[in-house]
């Protein structure tokens, strides 16, 4: 039974014909995309800058509304609920961002910025959030002292590592890692992708995994999905697409992915 299941999702934008006129035209974000993801599954989506990828992460989060389509997350159709009813959903779907500069709150202490939604979805009793932020925190790679930090106390990955922090928090179900590496060092990609790892397997999560790096996606995704100006062209287990793609599109994307160095692969396999 699929944990998360996309049917024929379609989006559309009006953009401006160009710059001197206020004509506007139709923009296909999503083209009629359907995509399932299994329990304890780390289901990566592949493709260029603009394709489509966020549009479609921001839609199964019901943070922006699809024009057509249905959005089923465990077996139920969330498409068309709103507001109180949909509150319940949130917290089983988490997203981390590629940025946490702008993701977390500057003017909020850590305590702060996970405090909310744990006592907004009501996760434990007011009187045990302290110490259940410091519990969630040391999970990740952060010591109990920064709770009463802000974010521009703390490194690049640290500030990573807090917003992963903010997503398991609430217990959820799935978490859609939205190019949740590529700002950082190669050194500290691997480090957070090893915790996203260890995390699945302790928390039995599920990821949806939006990215543009093969050789990276090649090594942690059991599924993968090509998607290419709005409509996922090809989808299979992960060694398949890689050794055998169907797709032009796909085969364009696979041949321009640079051999790395071996020794950075053997170093990369063992810290993940």
Known sequence: MPILEVKELSKYFQIRKGLFTKDKMLHKALDNVS???????????????????????????????????????????????????????????????????????????????????????????????????????????????SIDKFPHEFSGGQRQRIAIARAISLKPEIIICD??????DVSIQAQIIALLMELKNQFKLSYLFIAHD?????????????MYSGKIVETGKTKDVFLNPKHSYTKLLLSSVPEPDPSLRKNFKEIV
Do not use: W
């Open 179 to 184: 190019e949740a590496v590529s700002s950082l």
């Open 35 to 145: 995509l399932t993801i299994e329990k304890n599954e780390t289901f990566a989506l592949v493709g260029e800058s603009g394709c489509g990828k966020t549009t479609l992460a921001r839609c199964i989060l019901r943070l922006i509304e699809p024009d057509s389509g249905k959005i089923f997350l465990d077996e139920v159709d969330i498409t068309n609920i709103y507001g109180k009813k949909l509150f319940p959903f949130r917290k089983k779907m988490q997203i981390v961002f590629q940025d946490p500069n702008t993701s977390l709150n500057p003017r909020k202490t850590i305590y702060d910025i996970l405090s909310e939604g744990i006592i907004l979805h009501k996760i434990v009793d007011k009187k045990d959030v302290k110490d259940y932020i410091i519990e969630t925190l040391k999970k990740v790679g952060i010591s109990e002292n």
């Open 214 to 226: 093969l050789a990276l996606v090649k090594n942690i995704s059991d599924r993968v999905a090509i």
